[in-house]
C-alpha cells in the first residue's frame, strides 16, 4: 500500500553548523528543514512537497531560549515553540502583546510543538506573529555557513509563502527591541473561530511624547489582507505628530482600509476583508493608545 508520505531519509543535527552542512549538500526540490512540523507535515500529507531528505532541526537546544539582553531587549530563538512564548514570565511582563498573540494560535497541541521560527519561516501571510513582530519594529536573524544577516520583520515575508530565507539559511532568532517610554502595542486577530487563521489582523503600536499628549510614533502591520504581512505607512503618518482621537483613528483606518489588498475567498469578499481593516484599525489603535496611556 502506498503510505501518506513519500519516504525521505531523516537526519537529526544537534547543532546549527551540523543543520547548515547538511543544508548545504542538498538542493532546494529535495531538501527540507522541519521542526515542529506542524505546517510541513500538511504539505507532505497532501504531497504538494515531497522532500528526499529532511533535515529536523528540533534537536539543537541551542535555538531554544526566550532572554532578555540588556539594553537590545528581546531575544527569542527560532525554537520557541508558542506554548512557551504565551507563558513566558519575561514575555508577560516586558512584551505582553505577543503572549496575547499567541494564546490565539491554534488550538494548545498546535502550540505546544509549532515554534515561533517555523511560522514566521512558513511564510503564511495570515499568520499571526508576523504582524505583531512587525509592529514591534522586529528583526530577524538568518544563518549561513558564510555568516549571519539580519533584516527587518516588515522585509522577512516576500509574498504568498515566500519568504527572504536561502536555501543555505536557518532563522535563528528573533529579536524585539526594547519599547520606548510611554509606548502601547495591541494585536487582534478577527477569526471565524476562536484559534482559527485570521481574515484580518491588525498590530498596532503607539508612542506618546513626554506629556502622553501627542504621538511621537505609530507602527501599524495588518495581517491576512495582502501576498504578505504589510505596514500600513499612510495610515500611520494620520497619526503622528497629533493628538490622536477617535476620529484620527477612524481616519488611519480607512486609509489602512485603502492600502490593505485583500481577496475574495471562501470565507469572505475583499470587500468584508477591508472593512474588517477599517474597523480593527481603529478598534485596536484605541486600545494601543491607551496602553501607552498608563505605560
Ligand atoms: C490546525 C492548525 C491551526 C493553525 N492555526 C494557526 C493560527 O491560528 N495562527 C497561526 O499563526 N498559525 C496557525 N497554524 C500554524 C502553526 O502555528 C504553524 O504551523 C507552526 O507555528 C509552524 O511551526 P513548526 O515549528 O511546526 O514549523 P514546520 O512545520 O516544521 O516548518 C514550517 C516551514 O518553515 C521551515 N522552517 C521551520 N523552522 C525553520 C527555521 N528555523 N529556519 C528556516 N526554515 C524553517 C520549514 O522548512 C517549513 O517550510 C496552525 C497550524 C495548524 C496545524
Redesign the pocket.
Known amino acids: 500500500m502506498k503510505s501518506v508520505i513519500s519516504d525521505f531519509e531523516y537526519f537529526t543535527p544537534n547543532t546549527v553548523e551540523e543543520a547548515l552542512k547538511l543544508l548545504s549538500q542538498y538542493n532546494e526540490e529535495e531538501c527540507?528543514?522541519?521542526?515542529?512540523?506542524?505546517?510541513?507535515?500538511?504539505l507532505m500529507k497532501q504531497r504538494l512537497l515531497t522532500p528526499k531528505y529532511l533535515i529536523d532541526?528540533k534537536g539543537i537546544s541551542d535555538l531554544d531560549y526566550i532572554k532578555l539582553d540588556g539594553k537590545q531587549g528581546l531575544k527569542i530563538g527560532?525554537l520557541a515553540t508558542?506554548r512557551a512564548i504565551e507563558k513566558s514570565p519575561v514575555i508577560r511582563n516586558g512584551f505582553s502583546v505577543l503572549a496575547e498573540m499567541e494564546q490565539n494560535?491554534?488550538s494548545v497541541e498546535?502550540r505546544n510543538?509549532?515554534?515561533i521560527?517555523?511560522?514566521v519561516?512558513?511564510g503564511d501571510p495570515s499568520?499571526?506573529?508576523a504582524p505583531v513582530l512587525i509592529a514591534l519594529n522586529a528583526k530577524l536573524k538568518m544563518t549561513s555557513l558564510s555568516g549571519e544577516r539580519i533584516i527587518d520583520a516588515e522585509d522577512f515575508t516576500l509574498d504568498y509563502f515566500e519568504t527572504a530565507?536561502r536555501h543555505d539559511e536557518?532563522?535563528t532568532e528573533i529579536q524585539v527591541p526594547t519599547l520606548p517610554p510611554n509606548t502601547g502595542v495591541k494585536f487582534t486577530k478577527f477569526s471565524q473561530i476562536i484559534?482559527?487563521?485570521a481574515l484580518a489582523s491588525v498590530g498596532v503600536l503607539v508612542t506618546l511624547d513626554e506629556k502622553k499628549e501627542i504621538c511621537s510614533d505609530a507602527r501599524i502591520a495588518l495581517g491576512a489582507v495582502g501576498t504578505a504581512p504589510m505596514r500600513a505607512k499612510k495610515a500611520e503618518e494620520i497619526l503622528k505628530g497629533k493628538r490622536i482621537s477617535d476620529d484620527l483613528l477612524a481616519e488611519a483606518g480607512q486609509v489602512a482600509s485603502e492600502e490593505s489588498s485583500p481577496t475574495t475567498d471562501v470565507e469572505a469578499s475583499e470587500e468584508y476583508k477591508r472593512n474588517l481593516v477599517r474597523v480593527l484599525v481603529k478598534r485596536v489603535g484605541g486600545e494601543a493608545l491607551e496602553r501607552a496611556k498608563k505605560a
Do not use: M
Open positions: 527540507k528543514i522541519i521542526a515542529g512540523g506542524q505546517s510541513l507535515i500538511i532541526i527560532a508558542h494560535v491554534s498546535t510543538w509549532g515554534t521560527g517555523g511560522n519561516s512558513h499568520g499571526d506573529p530565507l536557518l532563522l484559534g482559527d487563521y
